[in-house]
C-alpha cells in the first residue's frame, strides 16, 4: 500500500509514529508537509506567504499516487486541512482519506456527516488502527469494521468502538 501523508503546522509526533509502523510492516508513505507559516488563526504574517506552496505539494501528491491518504489535524488548523482535502479528493477522486488527531477525536461524527471528503475518522492512536486499515485495503477486504476507525461508506457510518492502544 501506498499512504500520503498530509500535515500542516509544527512537527506532529503521532503523524510519525503512523508513518513509522506501516514502513516498518512494508507499506510506502510520504508526506507533504505544509509549515502554514502565514497563519494558523492565532497569529498572522502574510508576508510569509510566499512561502505556501500548494500547487507543489498536490503535485507532489498526485506523483506519488497513493491509495490512501491520512490527515492530522488540529483544531485550529482544520479549515486548511479541509481545504486540502477538497484539493485532493478533486485530484484524486477515488482515493479515500482519513483524519487523525485532536479534531478528528473530538467531532467523529460531525466530521463525517458535513464533511464530504473526509471518508474515515480514527478516534484514538492510530498505529494499530492505520496498519490494519492498510492490510486490509491492500488485500482487498472489508475496512469498515476496523477497530478506532469511524468509515463513511455507502451512505452508513460505521462507529467501530476504540482498539488496543499502543
Known amino acids: 500500500m501506498r499512504v ?22 512494508g507499506h510506502d508513505v510520504d508526506l507533504i508537509f505544509d509549515p502554514g507559516l502565514d497563519d494558523n ?12 506552496k500548494h500547487q507543489e505539494l ?3 501528491a498526485k506523483g506519488f499516487n497513493p491509495d490512501l491518504i491520512a490527515m492530522g489535524c488540529l483544531t485550529n488548523l482544520y479549515p486548511f486541512a479541509k481545504v486540502m482535502a477538497e484539493k485532493l479528493k478533486q485530484t484524486m477522486p ?9 479534531h478528528a477525536q473530538a467531532l467523529p461524527g460531525w466530521l ?7 471518508d474515515m475518522v480514527c ?44
Open 4 to 25: 500520503l501523508f498530509y500535515y500542516r503546522g509544527i512537527e506532529n509526533m503521532g503523524v510519525g509514529y503512523c508513518m513509522s509502523m506501516l514502513k516498518a510492516h
Open 41 to 52: 488563526l492565532f497569529i498572522k504574517f502574510p508576508h510569509l506567504a510566499w512561502m505556501n
Open 58 to 60: 498536490l503535485e507532489r
Open 94 to 102: 477515488d482515493v479515500p482519506i482519513l483524519m487523525g488527531g485532536h
Open 112 to 118: 463525517l456527516e458535513n464533511d464530504p471528503n473526509i
Open 123 to 166: 478516534l484514538g492512536e492510530g498505529e494499530i488502527a492505520m496498519l490494519e486499515l492498510a492490510n486490509r485495503m491492500e488485500r482487498g477486504e472489508d475496512y469498515t469494521d476496523v477497530p478506532t476507525l469511524w468509515v463513511r461508506k455507502d451512505g452508513l457510518i460505521h462507529r467501530n468502538a476504540m482498539g488496543p492502544l499502543e
